[in-house]
Every structure is written in structure tokens, then in C-alpha cells.
């Protein structure tokens, strides 16, 4: 069983800066694009950042130039550094990866989803 777990949410002043992190487990053939989506109350989830297993990123245009999304595959493991906050910035922050698992005589790739972490930008 495959399980996301995010980490690195909190209360922030406007301007400051917050690095989340989500790092997969269990038994995992591969690991391809993983990403951060945040949902703000009464808004649908949106894409945030993403980036491919070769390190391809891409953002949204909210956040271009203040956030930066990284990843270690030796860890399974997925960053977001976010700089110069917003009190827009405020939303749940959740994980997302796309993981290939071995199955009985084949493989399975699936949508993981984390728990989503609580960002919250003062203003």
C-alpha cells in the first residue's frame, strides 16, 4: 500500500517563507510526476507545481517567481519552497504523485493523493 505523507505547513506573515515536503512509501516499482495542488475554502483544488521524473517543472502562473518545486527520487520525496507568501497563498497544500506498484502478474499506475497540510498566510 502506497502512502503520501506531507509535512513543512504552519502560520506564516506575509512575505515570509514555508518549504513543504511529501515523501511516498511503501512498495513502489516507480515513482513519474509528482506535485502539490492547494485548495483555498469554497475554491475547487488547483495545480500549484509540478515536475516529471527527468526534473521537468512547471507552474502555476500565480506562483512563478516565489515558488520552487524539487525532488529527490532517492528518497521519493517532493519539495515546494515557497517565497514572498500572499494571504492568497492561504489553502490546504496536498501531494500528489503518480506511482507505479507491482500487482499479481502486472503492474498498477495510480493518482496517490497525501493528507493535505494547512498553510496560512497573514496578512
Known amino acids: 500500500q502506497v502512502q503520501l505523507v506531507e509535512s513543512g505547513g504552519g502560520l506564516v506573515q506575509a512575505g515570509g517563507s514555508l518549504r513543504l515536503s511529501c515523501t511516498a512509501s511503501?512498495?513502489?516499482?516507480?515513482?513519474?510526476?509528482m506535485g502539490w495542488y492547494r485548495q483555498a475554502p469554497g475554491k475547487q483544488r488547483e495545480l500549484v507545481a509540478g515536475?516529471?521524473?527527468?526534473?521537468?517543472?512547471n507552474y502555476a502562473d500565480s506562483v512563478k517567481g516565489r515558488f520552487t518545486i524539487s525532488r529527490d527520487n532517492a528518497k521519493n520525496t517532493v519539495y515546494l519552497q515557497m517565497n514572498s507568501l500572499k494571504p492568497e497563498d492561504t489553502a490546504v497544500y496536498y501531494c500528489?504523485?503518480?506511482?507505479?506498484?507491482?500487482?499479481?502478474?502486472?503492474?498498477?499506475?495510480?493518482?496517490?493523493w497525501g493528507q493535505g497540510t494547512q498553510v496560512t498566510v497573514s496578512s
Open positions: 511503501g512498495t513502489i516499482l516507480r515513482i513519474n510526476t
Open positions: 500528489n504523485a503518480q506511482i507505479t506498484t507491482p500487482q499479481t502478474m502486472t503492474t498498477y499506475t495510480g493518482n496517490f
Open positions: 515536475i516529471t521524473s527527468s526534473g521537468s517543472t
